[in-house]
């Protein structure tokens, strides 16, 4: 591929979101939000509490019907596709939700395999032997896959649900939070494999989140959710230079500054 067909294909948008409308009763979460996802980017999704965060995500991924507005992947309207073809577009993805969301009475080998004998229609000994490698590729040591979710330290139930959610080998990866309730090492650790992941396999993410240190450590394109909206969407050093008062309270308060100072001192061992 030549130069300006990479330019080209990593300014493509595999998501569009237009004028979507989210209520909740009487209650607005967003109004007239708009918002596009390049192919091959790791796009970072910030804003207050109670912005819709993860309501903007599950909206995307097909869990919650808007109230009004459009939402396109890979081109495709979902709301208006036939049950069948809306199946195979979600498929390409891959969902990592809070608290990772695993079926504690199955292992965790059995999670990853649920989905593969599901939708790839594989019987349950192949299932589980992608599964493990699956495990494998999330960066869980063996002897973890027959052990239950509550076996397992808050960074391993991370990995198992970042596994079932690559069991597809899906385009687009959606986490939500996914360095919640993580030490600093473990957090730092998982968004590296994130970043990994997404060289290796070219996935585009969608990352919901609030660490300060995964913005600035794997994020290609920042988003803030404000005001009902995406309020600005655009490379950290841009965004960072907003006048909204939350927007400067966030990234230049003393985490901001501290998660910046850690990123410029990274830069500057490479």
Known sequence: MNAV????????????VRDLVNRF????????????????EILGVVGGSGTGKSVLL?????????????????????????????????RRFGVLFQNGALF????????????????????RPDAEALGAVKLALAGLPQGTEHKYPSELSGGMVKRAALARALA???????????TAGLDPISAAAFDQLILTLRDALGLTV??????????YTICDRVAV?????????????????NPDPWVQSYFHGPRGRAALDAAEKTQEVK
């Open 225 to 241: 959710l404000s005001q009902k909206k995406v309020l600005v969407c655009d490379r950290l050093e841009a965004v960072a230079q």
């Open 104 to 123: 504690s009475s199955q292992n965790v080998v059995e999670n990853i395999a649920m989905p593969l004998i599901e939708h790839a229609g594989l019987k």
């Open 168 to 178: 597809l080998d899906p385009e687009i990866l959606f986490l939500d939070e996914p």
């Open 25 to 40: 009763g009487a209650q607005a979460v967003h109004e007239h939000l708009d918002l596009d996802v390049r192919r091959g």
């Open 5 to 16: 067909a990479q330019q080209t294909a990593a300014q493509e948008d595999v998501i569009q």
């Open 206 to 215: 969608f990352l919901v989140t609030h660490d300060l240190d995964t913005l």
């Open 58 to 90: 599950r909206t995307i991924v097909g869990l919650r019907r808007p109230t009004s507005g459009q939402v396109q992947v890979f081109g495709q309207d979902l709301l208006r596709l036939p049950p069948e073809q809306r199946s195979r577009i979600e």
